[in-house]
């Protein structure tokens, strides 16, 4: 939508200036003008203009012909030519949406020469088609390069559904293949399903801080698009017998997206865990009472073998890193065992854990929500169960 003035009919009378909520008109040289920064298109000046001088106007509809695409894409998101775990969780998914639709689920591919190598694990955990796409420029993620690449890719093949990793890259790639290809996007899915009926997409995920579940459906443009949090999904058991169809594309790129240069990929070596691959986590939360007192999490982590997550309530307060958060603001974790130590379960903590497969709870609140989730739950003071527990693991590991 837009909005313009007519200055044939605009006669300068000023009528419209007190009625602009925003401040956004004013009076240049017997004629109004309208700053576009401020105006919100609220259409309350063309109502009170009797000269019929303000006019709000429409962009045509964007029609597209849904009977065109076909098939469920996952964009194989992929670092240092190594696609990430969150592809694979997200091509066992999309083998679940494709039998009821009837489809085939593709992979889209980019990378530097070296990514051929990962193409039979794409095949294993799902893929029927992958889409690959190799040059130098594409070794490292670069938003310009890739958004161009994919683009082209979605309009000349059509696909009815792409699904992208909620991850640093994917949130950034998605959302500007979105704005480019005129489709929309839902953000941070938890769950994606298939309507019966109608055949859309249901694209769920928390709102208003994680207090109610929307499930959203894209009915008018294609494709469907989706962001999903990883390890949301799980992923299916690779077969490394699976084969499928290499479609190589010649990447169009051109000069002025390659806008920046990677010269050197410096790693964070303060980063001491990794929560989304860790199979075990200890978290503690603000029944610790104090920072310090995270030691008695950190030895009983030590013990099992174990990562060390945190509440966002100690992140906040200082206490941790948040590079240990766990939580719908955090790192989302599946583990197959998670304690939760002094950690009362707010729902945006619930959120990034309960997908767990064995969920232990500690807390000396037994009407706790974090108990509603628990496989076992510990009515007690964390200051007496962590240090007995901690010593009985080391008596059992000798």
């Known amino acids: 939508m837009g909005i ?24 240049v040289d017997k004629k109004a003008v309208i700053d576009l920064d401020k105006c919100t ?18 962009e045509e509809a964007h029609v597209v012909d849904k009977s065109k695409y076909k098939g469920i894409w996952v964009f194989a998101e992929q670092n240092e030519s190594k696609v990430q775990g969150v592809a694979y969780e997200l091509l066992g998914e999309a083998q679940k949406l494709a039998k009821d639709l009837n489809t085939k689920v593709s992979a889209v591919l980019l990378g530097g020469p070296d990514i051929e190598g990962q193409v039979n ?30 683009s082209n890719l979605i309009e000349e093949y059509k696909p009815d559904i792409v699904i992208f990793g909620a991850t640093t890259t994917g ?3 998605a959302s500007r293949i979105a704005a480019r290809i005129r489709a929309g996007l839902t953000a941070d899915c938890t769950g994606l399903s298939i309507d019966p009926k109608e055949k859309l997409l249901l694209q769920t995920r928390p709102a208003f801080g994680g207090n ?4 959203i459906t894209c009915r008018s443009h294609r494709p469907q698009m989706s962001t999903v949090r990883p390890k949301v999904m799980r992923k299916a058991e690779p077969d490394h017998k699976r084969k499928g169809e290499i479609v190589r594309v010649t990447p169009k790129i051109e000069k002025k997206d390659l806008v920046t240069e990677l010269l050197e990929v410096i790693k964070d ?25 995270f030691k008695l999490v950190e030895e009983l982590a030590g013990v099992i073998g174990g990562a060390v997550g945190a509440s966002r309530a100690t992140v906040d307060a200082g206490w941790i ?19 939760a130590c002094g950690i009362s379960g707010a729902i945006q903590h619930l959120a990034g854990m309960q997908s767990s497969d064995i969920i232990v709870a500690i807390n000396k609140d037994p009407d706790a929500p974090i108990f509603k989730v628990a496989t076992y739950g510990i009515v007690g003071n964390v200051f007496e169960v962590l240090p007995k527990l901690t010593k009985r693991l080391k008596e059992l590991r000798g």
Not at 44 to 57: G, L, R
Not at 212 to 215: D, K, Y
Not at 275 to 289: F, P, Y
Request: overall charge positive; hydrophobic content about 40%.
């Open 4 to 27: 313009r003035i007519i200055k044939d009919k605009c006669i300068g009378c000023k009528v419209c200036v007190p009625v602009c909520p925003t401040g956004a008109i004013t009076i």
């Open 41 to 58: 298109l609220c259409g309350a000046c063309p109502s009170s203009c009797k000269f019929k001088a303000i006019e709000i106007t429409k």
């Open 121 to 150: 694990d794409v095949f294993a955990y799902g893929a029927d088609v992958i889409y690959l796409a190799v040059a130098p420029e594409l070794k490292h993620y670069s938003t310009l390069p890739y958004t161009r690449v994919i």
């Open 171 to 173: 949130r950034d790639l």
């Open 212 to 215: 109610i579940m929307a499930t």
């Open 269 to 293: 070596t303060t980063i001491k865990v990794n929560l989304a691959e860790a199979e075990i986590i200890v978290s503690g939360g603000r029944g610790l009472g104090a920072p310090e007192n």
């Open 321 to 339: 890193s948040s590079h240990h958060q766990v939580g719908q603001t955090g790192k989302t974790v599946c583990p197959k065992l998670y304690i």
